[in-house]
């Protein structure tokens, strides 16, 4: 089975989330669990575990650190992403959602719409962007990497 099965979000030395963040959080993580699509390609005639697969995401060292194990806990990869094409794309996640949440606040619903649709953009973008830096290292579709691009602006924040 190609999926994730459990993830965990190595957040322990950040600062607390806002509660919007955490709120992102909750429901990307909910909607991860509930369906994605995650599977490692064969890479140098090496075997690969099959899923679902236990996902751990971190940032260590200034970069993005997926750690892949089986269901039985057992090592099935690691990889390591430099945090470097994220970074726009995170600042500006950030800078909208916060635009979107104060507008939500005291704006009508025309001007929510479109300060939404521009964050749902800029999350595409974020997705497309994991989904070439995954490329050749786990093969996800774009709900998942939508999902995930999520819980690395979380990890991000307090970065």
């Known amino acids: ?5 459990h993830i965990d979000l190595d957040d322990a ?13 909750k429901v990307a993580m909910f909607d991860l669990m509930e369906e994605n699509s995650f599977a490692l390609p064969a890479r140098d005639g090496r075997d690969v ?17 997926f750690s892949v194990r089986s269901e039985d806990e057992a090592p099935a990869a690691e990889f390591h ?9 995170v600042k500006d996640y950030y800078a909208i959602c916060e635009s979107y949440f104060d507008a939500v606040k005291n704006m009508p619903p025309s001007q929510i719409e479109t300060i939404d649709m521009a964050r749902r953009g800029i999350h595409n973008e ?16 774009s709900d998942t990497a939508r999902r995930l691009f999520t819980l690395i602006c979380v990890l991000h924040f307090g970065s």
């Not at 030395?13 to 959080?25: C, D, K, S, Y």
């Open 81 to 89: 992403l430099s945090l470097s094409p994220f970074r726009q794309v």
């Open 13 to 25: 030395n950040l600062p607390a989330p806002t509660p919007e963040i955490e709120q992102e959080r």
């Open 126 to 141: 974020g997705a497309r962007i994991l989904e070439e830096r995954l490329e050749g290292k786990a093969d996800i579709d």
């Open 49 to 65: 575990p099959k899923g679902p697969y236990r996902v751990g995401l971190s940032i260590r060292e200034k970069r993005l650190v």
């Open 1 to 5: 089975m190609s999926r994730i099965s």
